[in-house]
């Protein structure tokens, strides 16, 4: 048995023999593994695209929603030459949806620095592939140990909870100290044999079993492992921080109609929502006369409600207003533009937008 301390609260490592904890969860992820359209059969690797791809969409959504996407994705842009070439607002919409559009644009500038820097192979080396757009040290262990079975380690939400109750970590496991054990004690972990099954069962046990609430200790394959579970603490274990209050940010979105035509506008190219397409969107504190601002005359106007959408760390309110235009107001700028809603599709456009499209949609 051995010990770290981490600032007051100490890790203790009473797993006992690794081996079998390794031989335990492997067993129990071949026999109980989900099916996944990245995945392929046991004894075989997967393509590494289809890792990174996979890997860059399922940072912070969950694997039911990212299912479809990944086929549409995949059938699109097949290899990594195809998505390296690609347009850029395809790709942004055909991630539509998923959020963290950031990604979405990590993944084709890593695309294109694999064509560009490695002869259009993903490399097999974690240092190397730290060095693509969008690869942090989770997702590079996650493509080594997937896709080429390398003995790379990995923590995501889901393998740092499982550690944390195995080996009854009483640290917030987001504390830098303590989350640097954890790497140490994943990779210490790792068997010389089929590490990637391993990760995978680490990843997948976190996501059915051992979960944030409620864990299923009575049909857990490692639970004889589990320090945590044998303290009476698998619940309590891994700290839970209060959640901090999220802001409500409040904006007012512009549906200005000109004929059969609806006025739309491109977001900067940084920031959120970056290069996507909306309604015209203001901060009513900012701009007080829209019709300046876009510089057409307006006519009626008509309130359609309010759209409220959730981030991580901010909420919105949109309040929504349709209007009519007095003319097309000539030549709009470069970053605005009129189209029919039945080319809407083309567009990438948040979340709330196409919600606010559907509206417009069912409008007499």
């Known amino acids: 048995m051995s010990t770290i301390t981490v600032r007051r609260s ?12 390794s031989r335990d969860l492997i067993t129990w992820y071949s026999r109980h593994r989900r099916a996944m359209p990245w995945r392929v059969p046991l004894a075989t690797l997967p393509d590494p695209y289809h890792v990174l791809v996979s ?5 912070q959504t969950q694997v039911v929603t990212v299912i479809p ?28 949806g998923l959020g963290y559009y950031s990604r979405a644009r990590n993944l084709q500038r890593a695309a294109r620095a694999v064509v ?45 909870r499982v550690l ?6 009483t640290s917030d496991p987001r504390e830098r100290t303590t989350l640097q054990a954890i790497w140490k004690r994943a990779e210490a972990l790792l068997p010389e044999t089929r590490p990637g099954d391993f990760n995978s069962g ?6 059915t079993i051992c979960t944030p609430r409620t864990p299923q200790c009575l049909i857990c394959p490692v639970a004889n492992h589990c320090e945590a579970r044998e303290a009476g603490l698998q619940e309590t274990i891994p700290l839970i921080r209060k959640a901090k209050a999220t802001p409500i940010i409040q904006r007012q979105v512009w549906c200005i109609k000109w004929e059969n035509r609806w006025l739309i506008e491109q977001r900067p190219p940084t920031g959120r929502w970056a290069g996507m397409w909306q309604f015209v969107t203001i901060d009513p504190a900012a701009i007080q006369n829209i019709s300046r601002h876009v510089g057409i005359k307006l006519t009626r106007r008509k309130s ?3 759209i409220r959408h ?16 007095a003319s097309d107001g000539g030549k709009v700028s470069g970053d605005r533009r009129w189209i029919n809603l039945e080319a809407i599709d083309a567009y990438p456009l948040p979340r709330p937008h196409v919600r606010i499209a559907r509206m417009l949609d069912d409008l007499p």
């Open 55 to 59: 890997e860059l969409m399922l940072q």
């Open 69 to 96: 996407y990944f086929h549409r994705f995949i059938a699109e842009f097949p290899t990594i030459a195809h998505l390296a070439d690609a347009d850029e607002q395809r790709v942004l919409r055909l991630w539509q």
């Open 10 to 21: 100490t890790i203790h490592f009473v797993l006992g023999n690794a081996n079998h904890f």
């Open 310 to 325: 959730a981030l991580t760390h901010r909420r919105y309110e949109f309040d929504v207003q349709v209007t009519g235009a």
């Open 116 to 160: 560009e820097g490695f002869n259009g192979h993903i490399p097999r080396e974690v240092d190397a592939l730290l060095t693509l757009p969008g690869v942090g040290r989770y997702t590079a262990g996650a493509i080594a140990s997937l896709a080429f079975d390398a003995r790379a380690p990995i923590v995501d939400g889901n393998v740092a």
């Open 304 to 306: 359609l409600g309010t």
């Open 202 to 207: 680490l990843m997948e046990l976190g996501a």
């Open 164 to 169: 944390c109750r195995i080996d009854k970590i």
